[in-house]
Each structure stands twice: as structure tokens, then as C-alpha cells.
């Protein structure tokens, strides 16, 4: 079984399990949301196409996290002319999980192994990112660490002669 639903400017296949990143959802992540414009669903023997949307059909979907792409660096140059342009920029993504599929009196509902594991997958993701992320300068303050102790060039150059 699958459909195919438009979300945020996008239309994406969507199968029951599956996960996939969507444009920005404004929703609290383990919320769980309704898509309801349905282009298409097909249930392996009869397919149903809409005009536009199918009024009977739905997909349910699992809000799993929110983040941001890869960055996509925008560079600009016009020969002869000093002009260099070069900026970056990162698109945010609502990671979602498939969970039901419904038309009519035909449903399908994902297993409650697969909601487990990519839960567990984004919070070992999660996990990963923080271990990287080094202190700020408010963090470092409010744990006490101490500054770090000025270093002069000469006391440098006289350790390294002993």
C-alpha cells in the first residue's frame, strides 16, 4: 500500500514505516499530524486518483525531529569587475514517520517495533550532536572553569631552550 501527498510545495510516495524529510512543520516533535491532501492511493490491486485531492483518504505522520540540511553555498563572481558574492545557506527539514495509511475502508497501521527504532535512532543522533558542540563562554562561567593563563612569547622561547 502507498499514497502520494503534497506537503509544503512538495508531493512525496509515502509507504507505511517509511520516514521522510519534509519542509518545516510548525509542530512539537512526537506529535503526531494528519496530512489530508491525498493525490493518489493505491493498495497493490486498484489505484484511486484524485481531482485534485481523494476526499475519503488521509495519512497519518509522526513529528520525529526538526533540523537543518546540509550546507548549499551560493557563489556569485562577474569577471573584470571585483564583484565576488559568496554565501551559504542551510534549509530547515521536519523529519516525519509514516504511521497509518487510510481510504475509505482500507487502512494500513505501522508496527509498534518500527515507531520504536527510529525513535531511537533520532535520539542517538541527537546524542552525537551534543558530544561535539564545544562550551560557550556562559556555560564555562556558570561550571567556574578558570581562564586560561596568559602565556608570554619569552617564557615560550626559554621553556623550549631548557
Same mark, same amino acid.
Given at each position: 500500500m502507498?499514497?502520494?501527498?503534497e506537503t509544503?510545495?512538495?508531493?512525496?510516495k509515502?509507504?507505511?514505516g *517509511?520516514t521522510? $524529510?519534509?519542509?518545516?512543520?510548525d509542530?512539537?516533535v %512526537?506529535?503526531?499530524?494528519e496530512?489530508k491532501s491525498v493525490l493518489l492511493f493505491?493498495? %497493490?490491486k486498484e489505484v484511486?486518483?484524485?481531482?485534485?485531492?481523494?476526499? !475519503?483518504?488521509?495519512?497519518?505522520?509522526?513529528v520525529?525531529a526538526? !533540523?537543518?540540511e546540509d550546507?548549499v553555498?551560493?557563489? *556569485? $563572481? *562577474?569577471?573584470?569587475? +571585483?564583484y565576488? +558574492?559568496?554565501?551559504?545557506?542551510?534549509? %530547515?527539514?521536519?523529519e516525519?514517520?509514516v504511521t497509518?495509511?487510510?481510504?475509505g475502508a482500507?487502512?494500513?497501521v505501522? !508496527?509498534?517495533?518500527?515507531i520504536e527504532?527510529?525513535?531511537? +535512532?533520532i535520539k542517538?543522533?541527537?546524542?552525537?550532536?551534543?558530544?561535539n558542540?564545544?562550551?560557550t +563562554? $556562559?556555560?564555562?562561567i556558570?561550571q567556574?572553569?578558570?581562564?586560561?593563563?596568559k602565556?608570554k612569547?619569552n617564557?615560550?622561547r $626559554?621553556? *623550549?631552550?631548557a
Amino acid at each position: 500500500m502507498y499514497s502520494i501527498v503534497e506537503t509544503g510545495g512538495f508531493q512525496y510516495k509515502v509507504e507505511v514505516g *517509511k520516514t521522510l $524529510k519534509v519542509p518545516s512543520v510548525d509542530a512539537a516533535v %512526537g506529535s503526531s499530524l494528519e496530512l489530508k491532501s491525498v493525490l493518489l492511493f493505491s493498495n %497493490g490491486k486498484e489505484v484511486k486518483v484524485g481531482t485534485p485531492v481523494l476526499n !475519503d483518504a488521509s495519512v497519518k505522520v509522526e513529528v520525529l525531529a526538526h !533540523d537543518k540540511e546540509d550546507t548549499v553555498i551560493v557563489f *556569485k $563572481k *562577474k569577471r573584470r569587475t +571585483r564583484y565576488v +558574492r559568496r554565501n551559504g545557506h542551510r534549509q %530547515g527539514y521536519t523529519e516525519v514517520l509514516v504511521t497509518e495509511l487510510h481510504s475509505g475502508a482500507e487502512s494500513e497501521v505501522v !508496527d509498534q517495533k518500527i515507531i520504536e527504532r527510529n525513535r531511537a +535512532r533520532i535520539k542517538a543522533l541527537a546524542a552525537q550532536k551534543v558530544q561535539n558542540v564545544p562550551l560557550t +563562554r $556562559k556555560e564555562k562561567i556558570a561550571q567556574g572553569l578558570p581562564k586560561p593563563a596568559k602565556v608570554k612569547k619569552n617564557s615560550i622561547r $626559554k621553556s *623550549k631552550e631548557a
